[in-house]
């Protein structure tokens, strides 16, 4: 099993990404994560990595696909794998697929987690994070007891830049813009799949299992 997880950010494909591992076993392969480790560990790509983030540069793709190439060279890729937040367009799904045709790991599923755009908005601007303990809340949905007031602690919460509706918006045209024509792409290799993101977690789990166990 050889899958790329798509979904919006707020979709929820980092938690569902989680389960896939728990129930599966295979390695959830995150780029945001390969990067912040091979910058850190100082390997000759994660050098080569900083010295495009310290100017405040996009990574180039060659670089990224190297380190995922490294990673899935690793034994326990053997038995499959779930590539998260990577590809993000076309252009770095065709460089993939050529990248896995060469290491004979080509992949066997695309699932895309989608949920609609007003509950995306919703999940993501409505988050609250406690000033004092980090305890994360959302006004829509897991609202704190006291309106600005951490139930654990008290404190003050805050909504992060990140979390603003402009940014939240930007975010979530850029990632519409560039990954319809990635579902295109995918369904016309035949291997790709939507699930609605909505509902219990464990809901969306089991419509993701029955796709990729072809049920």
């Known amino acids: 099993m050889r899958i790329v997880l798509l979904g919006a950010p707020g979709a929820g494909k980092g938690t569902q990404a989680k389960k896939l591992i728990e129930k599966y076993g295979m390695p959830q392969i995150s780029t945001g994560d390969l990067l912040r480790a091979a910058v850190s560990a100082g390997t000759a790509l994660g050098k080569e990595a900083k010295s495009y983030m310290d100017k405040g540069e996009l990574v180039p793709d060659s670089v990224v696909l190297g380190m995922v190439e490294e990673r899935l060279k690793q034994d326990d890729c053997k038995k499959g ?19 896995l045709a060469a290491l004979n790991m080509s992949l066997t599923g695309a699932v895309s987690v989608d949920v609609p755009f007003e509950d995306l908005m919703k999940r993501l601007t409505g988050r609250r994070t406690c000033k004092a303990c980090g305890q994360m809340y959302n006004i829509y949905f897991s609202a704190p007891k006291k309106e600005g007031a951490c139930d654990k602690c008290s404190g003050e919460l805050y909504q992060r830049d990140d979390d603003k509706e402009a940014t939240i918006k930007k975010r979530l045209e850029v990632y519409t813009a560039q990954t319809e024509p990635l579902m295109g792409y995918y369904k016309n290799k035949g291997i790709v799949n939507s699930v609605a993101g909505t509902g219990s977690i464990d809901e969306i789990f089991s419509k993701v299992c029955a796709i990729l166990e072809g049920k």
């Open 81 to 99: 794998y779930i590539l998260d937040g990577f590809p993000r367009n076309t252009a770095q799904a065709e460089a993939l697929d050529k990248m």
